[in-house]
């Protein structure tokens, strides 16, 4: 009930903001922010999960983004996450609307795509509801239980989507997937690029490393207006495990690689995907203060993207 109460006030500022700047215009808004297991992790005992065990209203949802078009009432997310039932519900608090019109995944890590299951017969049963793919990614949720029985019963309608080639949402938002290197065990991986009113966004919650991308992503940020970039973890050291093995891009290597853009292009940059150990998620904390102080931004729940 404490963190029902939370949720409703942080949300009407946040639909009351929506509803003052964007009700003529589509726009993005963040659902959640921290990395697949959400924050704080099962089984943490940590410091850095100790205070969000005893507080519900520090704890944080997984990363996912919504598409949503107040002229046609169409919402999209990104990504069905572990969290997607606190997610939508987020998401009506601020549209006032519970249809959800498509799901565009990134790939095949738990974060990412498990909230399908709420899309099923034991919950929703919905009813085509369009679910947009890469084909490793297609090909995993027809031929994998329990996601086949989503497409043999129809609760979803998986769209094949290409690398590079942008297609429509509607005739106000275009969507451009594009392949990063990740962990590609059961499906390939892609960022999303959304263009509204000649204006885009990035979001790539994983990806491997930035020089591991044969794209330069100083030169894209520099070419967009938003960029929704991996911060899964701060700094090496973080786990007590060889963390080659989970590579992501350090916040520190990132600030330092995007050392030398511009003040404006060092502002388009908000780090979402935050794992439990990253000490970005604590308020207050000298890591938030030296990223805010280095001119780029963080992730927040209930934030508003306007284009």
């Known amino acids: 009930m404490k963190k029902l ?19 003529t215009s589509p726009y993005a808004m963040v659902l959640g922010v921290a990395q697949d297991a959400g924050y704080p992790q099962m089984s943490c005992k940590k410091k850095c999960c100790e205070d969000a065990w005893k507080n519900l209203e520090l704890q944080k949802t997984t990363s996912c983004l ?14 069905a996450t572990p969290n ?16 959800l019109d ?30 947009y793919t890469m084909p490793k990614m297609n090909f995993f949720l027809k031929n994998n239980g329990p996601w086949s029985q989503l497409v043999k019963l129809e609760n979803i309608k998986l769209r094949v989507i290409e690398s590079d ?4 949402l509607n005739e106000r938002i275009k969507i451009k997937p594009f392949l990063v290197p990740h962990r590609d065990e059961f499906s390939e991986t ?17 990806i491997d490393k930035w020089e591991t991308w044969e794209t330069s992503i100083t030169e894209l940020i520099k070419k967009v207006d938003y960029a929704f970039l991996d911060a899964t ?8 495990r060889d963390m080659s093995e989970i590579p992501h891009p350090f916040v520190e290597e990132s600030m330092e690689l995007f050392s030398k853009l511009s003040k404006n292009d060092k502002q388009k940059i908000h780090f979402i995907h935050f794992n439990h ?3 970005l998620l604590q308020e207050g904390h000298n890591a938030q203060k030296e990223v805010l102080k280095k001119g780029f931004n963080l992730a927040k729940e209930g934030q508003i993207i306007k284009f």
């Open 5 to 23: 109460i939370y949720l409703i006030i942080i949300i009407s500022f946040a639909c009351n903001q929506s509803k003052d700047q964007t009700q």
């Open 66 to 79: 919504a598409i949503i078009d107040p002229i046609s009432k169409q919402q999209w997310i990104i990504d």
């Open 84 to 99: 997607i039932k606190e997610q939508l519900y987020l998401l009506k608090q601020n549209t006032g609307n519970e249809k």
């Open 102 to 131: 498509g799901i565009l995944l990134t790939h095949a890590h738990i974060g990412h795509y498990t909230g399908l299951m709420h899309f099923g017969k034991e919950v929703m049963g919905t009813n085509n509801l369009s679910v």
């Open 165 to 168: 080639s942008i297609f429509n």
């Open 190 to 206: 892609v960022g999303y690029e959304i263009i509204i009113n000649n204006k885009s966004l990035i979001f790539i919650p994983d």
């Open 233 to 240: 973890f701060y700094e090496n050291g973080e786990l007590a």
């Open 277 to 279: 150990t990253n000490p």
